[in-house]
């Protein structure tokens, strides 16, 4: 099973600022088969990035993703209010599919 | 436009089962696969199984082998994830979501990320 790890655990930053999100996988995640999701309370993840660095559909080009093998990064351009969740990366080049523990990013 | 409205919340106690149910709406349901995750009360998000609307063909996570089933009815484009001898620490809120997969070689892999995802059911598991 391919474990993830997220850091940090917890970004603080201001409306307008650039978040750096990074996920490192304890091994190589087959075919940058690599997604991130957003989630905020009470409500189901959505789905930002796929394949490592294809955004999903409707996705505000503020949000994007690159890297492969084992280091991934998930970049805000510049955070909106709306922007404020728990982001978790996923791989599911391998079974099981497996989720990282998240990245909060909250007001600062 | 494509949803998944899962069933609503439930309580149940400790031994008893209980069975989500995910309806599909605006997309093909044989077409695509669907996929189990749960949440625990503040924790992050753990992946169940899987399972082919085509043809049932079924993927489960190690730790919830013997316990989980999941099924679909292609009648009704709902898919089904029946959890049985539940415990405390099944209290959770369970997702459904919709996935690609391929096949190759023998086996079945997702190729995609969880494209679209249910609005969650709680479960508590309480005496």
């Known amino acids: 099973e391919i474990l993830l790890t997220q850091s940090p655990g917890t970004l603080s930053l201001s409306p307008g600022e650039r978040a750096t999100l990074s996920c490192r996988a304890s091994q190589s995640v087959s075919s940058s088969y690599l997604a991130w999701y957003q989630q905020k309370p009470g409500q189901a993840p959505r789905l930002l990035i796929y394949?490592?660095?294809d955004r999903a559909t409707g996705i505000p080009d503020r949000f994007s993703g690159s890297g492969s093998g084992t280091d991934f990064t998930l970049t805000i351009s510049r955070l909106e209010p709306e922007d404020f969740a728990v982001y978790y990366c996923q791989q599911y080049g391998s079974s099981p599919p497996t989720f990282g523990p998240g990245t909060k990013v909250d007001i600062k | 436009q494509v949803q998944l409205v899962q069933s609503g919340a439930d309580v149940k106690k400790p031994g008893a089962s209980v069975k989500v149910s995910c309806k599909a709406s605006g997309y093909t349901f044989t077409t695509y696969g669907i996929s189990w995750m749960r949440q625990a009360p503040g924790q992050g998000l753990d992946w169940m199984g899987w399972?082919?609307?085509?043809?049932?063909?079924?993927s489960y996570a190690q730790n919830l082998q013997g316990r989980v089933t999941m099924t679909t009815d292609t009648s009704t484009s709902t898919a089904y994830m029946e959890l049985r001898s539940l415990r405390s620490d099944d209290t959770a809120v369970y997702y459904c979501?919709?996935?690609?997969?391929?096949?190759?070689?023998?086996?079945?892999?997702?190729?995609?990320?969880?494209?679209?995802w249910g609005q969650g059911t709680l479960v508590t598991v309480s005496s």
């Open positions: 979501a919709r996935i690609e997969y391929y096949y190759a070689a023998g086996s079945y892999y997702i190729s995609s990320g969880f494209d679209y």
């Open positions: 394949g490592a660095s």
């Open positions: 399972i082919s609307a085509y043809n049932g063909n079924t």
